[in-house]
């Protein structure tokens, strides 16, 4: 698939990047919501969609140098929301997905809370790898690589690690990032609940064989279904 997507513009002229994903966007009928709008089961929050409601043109597993970590409150799940600091030793399990820049730029704005329909200039973000967009919590745009010319994008938090205080994650935000792991990235139940098990904010509160546990139940469920 990535081979397919070495392209800056596609066909029609539409200027392309890869949405790098690491919390519940992972699982692709999550993401479905940015893209096309309404509300997730389960929840209360309506997603207003994107301008360009079509889906990914591809999808791939990454692994990034540094850290998730779970801090705040999520207003949708409860507990800890998932961050991103290149800057810690490690490995941040993630998923790119082919987007254009104004689905991607939708996404922002549906993240920060914004109403989608603006654009973004990513010279600068080019140049420097980090654009500051606002302080909120999802307001930094960050360069993570490329994959031929389309750059790898993805946002989090103007803070760091260090500089913030953690919040357990609620078991629905592990369970859809635990999906989202098995689904895009092919991971086994055991390595997933020993990734999301290790990561900050979650470790010492949730454990390997708990999350493991979620996980048989979901696939029962699911069975029953």
């Not at 993805?154 to 609620?170: E, I, R």
Request: some cysteine.
């Amino acid at each position: 698939m990535v081979e397919e997507a070495e392209v800056a513009v596609d066909r029609a002229g539409t200027p392309l990047v890869w949405y790098v994903s690491y919390g519940s966007n992972l699982r692709s009928s999550r993401l479905a919501y940015y893209l096309a709008g309404g509300t997730m089961p389960g929840t209360t929050h309506v997603y207003p969609g994107c301008r360009d409601r079509r889906p990914p043109r591809a999808t791939a597993p990454l692994l990034l140098p540094g850290s998730v970590y779970f801090a705040l409150e999520s207003e949708v799940w409860g507990g800890g929301m998932a961050f991103y600091d290149p800057a810690v030793p490690g490995l941040a399990a993630a998923r790119a997905y082919l987007l254009s820049r104004q689905q991607f730029v939708d996404i922002a704005a549906q993240e920060m809370h914004r109403e989608p329909g603006g654009d973004l200039d990513l010279t600068a973000l080019l140049g420097a790898g980090r654009a500051v967009l606002g302080p909120g919590r999802y307001e930094t745009v960050l360069l993570v690589g490329h994959w031929g010319p389309v750059p790898l994008l993805t946002f989090t938090a103007p803070w760091g690690l260090a500089d913030v205080a953690l919040t357990a994650p609620s078991g629905a935000y592990l369970d859809m990032l635990a999906a989202g792991l098995r689904e895009g990235n092919g991971w086994p139940p055991a390595r997933i609940a020993a990734y999301l098990a290790g990561l900050p904010g979650a470790h010492g509160v949730w454990q390997p064989d708990e999350i493991a546990g979620r996980l048989t139940a979901a696939d029962v469920t699911e069975s029953a279904g």
